[in-house]
């Protein structure tokens, strides 16, 4: 099993920034692909951004430009730059890990954008 942590999270203003990270442990295998979700209230937990052991990036179009995943393998960590916030960021931020048909998320870190 693989076990997540998140933390980074936390109230900025519009425009600010926030780096969130997330520490894996467990047995971790490669290739793997790290996954950043979000849910905000009364909507569907959507994909935000992943990237695979080899480094491939993919983002969703809302926040291109904005954000960017990066990880360090050597530490099983990942990490999400988020810049330019806005309010509708607003979200509970989540890390998954996806190996296969295996699947692990993390408790999830509170990301509060004020306008």
């Known amino acids: 099993q693989v076990q997540l942590v998140e933390s980074g999270g936390g109230s900025v203003q519009a425009g600010g920034s926030l780096r969130l990270s997330c520490a894996a442990s467990g047995s971790i295998f490669r290739p793997n692909t790290m996954n950043w979700y979000r849910q905000a209230p009364g909507k569907q937990r959507e994909l935000v951004a992943n990237i695979t052991s080899g480094g491939t990036t993919n983002y969703a179009d809302s926040v291109k430009g904005r954000f960017t995943i990066s990880r360090a393998n050597a530490k099983n960590t990942v990490y999400l730059q988020m810049n330019s916030l806005k309010p509708e960021d607003t979200a509970v931020y989540y890390c998954?890990?996806?190996?296969?048909?295996?699947?692990?998320w993390g408790q999830g870190t509170q990301v509060t954008v004020s306008s």
């Open positions: 998954n890990y996806r190996e296969g048909v295996y699947g692990s």
